[in-house]
């Protein structure tokens, strides 16, 4: 019972995190991020770090979380259900580059930018019903590049530094 609560609570942590991170990335001035549709992904360094320190479901379920109340918080159904179909297809691909074992969390980070991106387009050509979107993954894939090489920085440094509990 002592290591459940315990676990629930670091959860609730890191999904406050989280979302204070989602927070701040919308205080972000337009000027930094002038491309439409471009976010930095300022959660996702939580989501690295569960991933490698907690497990699949510990950072599906934060994930899954902070998407809906992002959504309820500061968004629309359309921008959750592009963010909801970014995030599973992310955390799909990096999950089983993560057991392949061959990239670094940098590179783990890189794929799950430039999936999570992958995902907002397919869902978008998929509820607009027009496939000269994708044209727009070219933009997001160099941006979620840069965006996947800062938090996959973060998220290691973090590992590193934040002791494993048991």
């Given at each position: ?34 491309i439409p549709g471009i976010k930095i992904g300022l959660p996702n360094i939580v989501?690295?770090?569960l991933l490698y320190r907690q497990g699949i479901k510990e950072a599906a379920l ?37 057991k392949l074992d061959f990239m670094s969390v940098v590179g783990v980070s890189v ?56």
């Open positions: 019972m002592k290591n459940a609560a315990k676990k629930t609570a670091f959860l609730g942590l890191c999904t406050a995190l989280a979302l204070v991170l989602a927070y701040v990335e919308v205080l972000i001035p337009p000027i930094i991020t002038a989501i690295i770090f934060v994930s899954v979380v902070r998407v809906v109340a992002v959504a309820l918080l500061f968004g629309n159904v359309m921008g959750f259900a592009y963010s909801i179909a970014g995030a599973v297809l992310s955390l799909l691909g990096m999950l089983l580059l993560k794929a799950g930018g430039v999936l999570h991106n992958v995902g907002q387009i397919a869902m978008a050509m998929i509820l607009l019903g027009t496939a000269e979107l994708g044209y727009y993954l070219i933009v997001l894939a160099v941006t979620g590049t840069i965006s996947g090489v800062l938090i996959g920085i973060c998220g290691a440094l973090m590992i590193k530094r934040i002791p494993e509990w048991k």
